[in-house]
């Protein structure tokens, strides 16, 4: 079976992804509210949709600002649910704004959205999936894996082979114990 560090590398699309973020430390809670937006976005299509499409979801969720996307009404929505440069799923907008007001309560109790992973870090796949589905919507195992893994609070995102493991070991994600 290959794995992404086999595929990715010199792919226009994702070998930017897989050499400079995916499995890195975020500590941005924009950032981390958009690759959870993105991997809801993922499921049923393929990552490289996604990776096509990111720079139009960024400008249509607004560089993916919590707060802004938090205050979405109805137009927005109808935006969204227009804009055939994004994907054009009711379940997964709402989700996202749905998600952002969610996360905006979660800053108030704990300061920021990583302040809230950390504090409940560190946990099994299961856990953290019982966790996701009590507290946002649309947040499967799968999406919930791949959003853990790519934010660097679970392992998994390289193996130990690959040049870029050692690189997201430098930076400490959450998962690594030295």
């Given at each position: 079976?290959?794995?992404?560090?086999?595929s990715?590398?010199?792919?226009?699309?994702?070998?930017?992804?897989?050499?400079?973020?995916?499995?890195?430390?975020?500590?941005d809670?924009?950032?981390?509210?958009?690759?959870?937006?993105?991997?809801?976005?993922?499921?049923?299509?393929?990552w490289?949709?996604?990776?096509?499409?990111?720079?139009?979801?960024?400008?249509?969720?607004?560089?993916?600002?919590?707060?802004?996307?938090?205050?979405?009404?109805?137009?927005?929505?109808?935006?969204?649910?227009?804009?055939?440069?994004?994907?054009?799923?009711?379940?997964?907008?709402?989700?996202?704004?749905?998600?952002?007001?969610?996360?905006?309560?979660?800053?108030?109790?704990?300061?920021?959205?990583?302040?809230?992973?950390?504090?409940?870090?560190?946990?099994?796949?299961?856990?953290?999936?019982?966790?996701?589905?009590?507290?946002?919507?649309?947040?499967?195992?799968?999406?919930?894996?791949?959003?853990?893994?790519?934010?660097?609070?679970?392992?998994?995102?390289?193996?130990?082979?690959?040049?870029?493991?050692?690189?997201?070991?430098?930076?400490?994600?959450?998962?690594?114990?030295?």
């Open positions: 079976m290959t794995s992404y560090c086999d990715a590398p010199d792919h226009p699309w994702h070998g930017p992804y897989h050499d400079h973020e995916y499995g890195f430390p975020v500590q809670d924009d950032i981390l509210f958009e690759r959870l937006i993105l991997e809801i976005n993922q499921a049923g299509l393929s490289l949709t996604v990776l096509k499409k990111r720079d139009a979801f960024q400008r249509a969720f607004d560089r993916f600002s919590i707060e802004k996307v938090a205050r979405y009404g109805d137009q927005e929505r109808e935006r969204l649910l227009n804009d055939a440069s994004i994907i054009r799923n009711r379940l997964k907008v709402n989700a996202a704004i749905h998600n952002a007001g969610v996360i905006l309560d979660l800053k108030k109790e704990y300061g920021t959205f990583k302040a809230w992973l950390d504090a409940h870090h560190p946990r099994s796949l299961s856990e953290w999936t019982a966790l996701f589905k009590r507290t946002f919507r649309f947040t499967g195992p799968e999406i919930v894996n791949e959003f853990l893994m790519s934010t660097g609070y679970l392992s998994g995102a390289h193996r130990e082979e690959c040049p870029v493991y050692r690189q997201v070991l430098e930076q400490s994600p959450p998962w690594y114990k030295r």
